[in-house]
């Protein structure tokens, strides 16, 4: 049996555009409003995002609110960011139905 390995490493993180991914997934669910401090659902914050060095942070309302709970994201990889849609969705599924 041959000693092959397979060592491909990942492709490196890039903060800067998962951010404008994030931001255009956002943007195509069409259901939130882009403001300076973050996004809003009927007038509500509900999330931000920020670049931080090499990471992305994010922050996800638990449920809109004029002061909500935050539950908080670090971005490195492209998983990360793939589970932040995933629940992204989860939420704005469960915001619609509670409306």
Avoid: C
Avoid at 6 to 26: E, G, H, V, Y
Avoid at 70 to 79: G, I, Q, R, V
Wanted: cysteine-free; aromatic content about 8%.
């Amino acid at each position: 049996m041959s000693d092959d390995s397979w060592d491909i490493a990942p492709l490196a993180f890039n903060a800067d555009s998962t951010l404008l991914a994030l931001k255009r997934f956002i943007r195509d669910q069409h259901l939130l409003t882009e403001r300076s401090e973050g996004w809003l659902l009927a007038g509500n914050l509900v999330m931000t995002l920020a670049v931080d060095g090499a990471t992305v942070k994010a922050q996800l309302a638990r449920r809109p609110a004029r002061t909500p709970e935050w539950d908080s994201y670090t971005l490195k990889s492209a998983p990360d960011a793939r589970k932040l849609q995933d629940e992204i969705k989860r939420r704005l599924l469960r915001w619609r139905g509670d409306e």
